[in-house]
């Protein structure tokens, strides 16, 4: 009797471990969709995916998260200095931010290209 229920307890247990990282697994994906969602208006400037062409504005992709965090929150509090990006940057949270972030930091970042000639 003994052993059944010390089996019941293993599988119960392998249960739960299996559950969790499944569902740690489907939240990282989803901050990672809902940051993508955000990043889309930096697109526009900073290339497909974050990949610029030429690197002006600089590729985001690749980027660590913190620094991409803090060089917003400089924007934000006008401490670097920029065109547009303090306008940019305060229409953030401090969680988007961080969720801006982290979905660069996932994005391969691409081989380095040059404008095409009109």
């Keep these: 009797m003994k052993v059944s229920i010390m089996s019941g307890l293993v599988v119960s247990a392998a249960s739960v471990l299996i559950f969790s990282v499944c569902a740690v697994g489907a939240a990282a994906a989803q901050d990672v969709s ?39 929150k400089d ?27 982290a979905y660069f930091a996932t994005v391969k970042p691409a081989a380095a290209r040059v404008p095409s000639k009109p």
């Design 75 to 101: 924007f934000q509090s006008g401490k670097r200095p920029a065109t547009i990006m303090h306008q940019q940057s305060r229409g953030y949270t401090d969680p988007q931010l961080q969720a801006i972030g």
């Design 34 to 72: 809902a940051g993508r969602s955000l990043a889309a208006t930096c697109f526009t400037c900073h290339g497909t995916e974050g990949n610029s062409v030429g690197g002006v504005p600089p590729s985001l992709a690749g980027r660590n998260a913190a620094e991409l965090f803090q060089t917003m």
